[in-house]
């Protein structure tokens, strides 16, 4: 089908980082098949990720490319998709202006990701304005591309929520939509903005390999809570990663008997091993006490070398030209410059804000 006639889809990452198993099983490998389905946007999300990192700004240039080598590395093809960076795209920045005038303050603060992030991030009364405004540049990144859809992980569901009641009071006060159309009748009605649809990966939120929170439940794999296999680990790297990795702290040798449940081995075996039959059995004998914990991590190391090797490899041959990898960067951004500017115009004239 032909790229522009296909069902427009964008989603994204904040330039915090390498990219671990936890964005890939959440996110990042659906929309590597997406790609032939659909029109593809993915942006680098740097002025999301300065909203808590100001005084790093050197950090945050050096993820952005971390980030667009994983991309490549995964297998985004930016002959068919646009991979481009947040800040370099000046509409977003404008119609996040405009659409926080369509949010009551208040709304903001009830928003849980955001409460979860003030709290596990321990910003206390100390984060900025900007960062209270994220969610509502994250709507403007979505709504200038109007994709129909929009993958991500759970996490990222409130905002996709705010997203939505952007857009749906933009149609309503601004293009004359009904307030009590459909979400799917807002286009036909005349509206700017699709009300989009989110779409979650098969593993909603993957745990780390870390020991259990304070709270006894098992934490998500994070960066900065230092417990992630990324995409880019060389074998050696997850070999020593899941011979430490937390499993049931009162099994002591091979013949206690084991407990599969919340346990990240048996996570990380019913997410990644292709071989259902082995997993279910080796479960049985855990829960039994007749197969050791070291013997179900060197399959589990089997199965994630092999998941990430090739990706790893693909990188490092990126990395190597790393000025063509700039090149498509900077082709992506203006390509979604086109896009984005086509979106402001359409804005500015339903909010009869266009002067010249
Ligand atoms: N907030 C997302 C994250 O932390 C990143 C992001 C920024 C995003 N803009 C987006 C995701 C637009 C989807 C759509 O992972």
Redesign the pocket.
């Known amino acids: 089908m032909n790229k522009e006639l296909r069902p427009r889809l964008?989603?994204?990452?904040?330039s915090t980082g390498r990219l671990h198993l936890g964005h890939w099983v959440g996110s990042i490998e659906n929309r590597v098949r997406m790609q032939d389905h659909y029109d593809c946007y993915f942006?680098i999300?740097n002025i999301?990720a300065m909203t808590t990192r100001m005084d790093r700004p050197a950090e945050v240039h050096q993820n952005v490319m971390e980030v667009m080598l994983d991309y490549l590395a995964v297998g985004i093809d930016p002959k068919r998709s646009t991979i481009f960076v947040q800040s370099e795209v000046p509409a977003i920045a404008e119609l996040t202006v405009f659409f926080s005038l369509l949010v009551p303050y208040p709304r903001l603060m009830r928003n849980p990701t955001i409460k979860d992030e003030i709290r596990d991030k321990g910003l206390g009364d100390n984060y900025s304005v900007g960062f209270l405004l994220y969610p509502i540049s994250?709507a403007a990144?979505?709504l200038s591309f109007r994709p129909q859809i929009?993958p991500?992980g759970e996490d990222?569901v409130p905002?996709l929520e705010l997203t939505r009641e952007v857009a749906r009071r933009f149609n309503q006060i601004y293009c004359h939509v009904d307030p009590h159309a459909e979400d799917s009748q807002h286009l036909a009605q005349g509206g700017v903005f699709p009300i989009v649809e989110t779409k979650l990966g098969r593993t909603k939120r993957l745990v780390g390999i870390g020991a259990p929170g304070p709270d006894g439940s098992l934490l998500k794999m994070s960066k900065s809570l230092n417990n992630a296999i990324f995409l880019s680990d060389d074998p050696d790297t997850i070999k020593k990663k899941v011979m430490a990795m937390y499993t049931d702290p009162n099994r002591l040798k091979a013949t206690d008997k084991g407990t599969v449940e919340n346990n990240p081995l048996w996570i990380f075996h019913e997410t990644f091993n292709p071989d259902k039959k082995w997993v279910q059995e080796a479960e049985e004998r855990y829960r039994a006490g007749t197969i050791g914990d070291v013997e179900c991590k060197r399959q589990l190391i089997d199965v994630l070398v092999s998941t990430i090797e090739p990706i790893r490899q693909r990188r490092i041959q990126f990395e190597k030209d790393i000025h063509y990898v700039q090149s498509l960067l900077k082709e992506g951004t203006a390509k979604a410059n086109e896009t984005a500017n086509t979106t402001l115009i359409l804005a500015k004239e339903a909010m009869r804000q266009r002067y010249f």
Not at 10 to 14: A, E, I, P, V
């Open positions: 964008l989603t994204g990452d904040t942006v999300a999301q994250q990144d979505i929009v991500v990222q905002h």
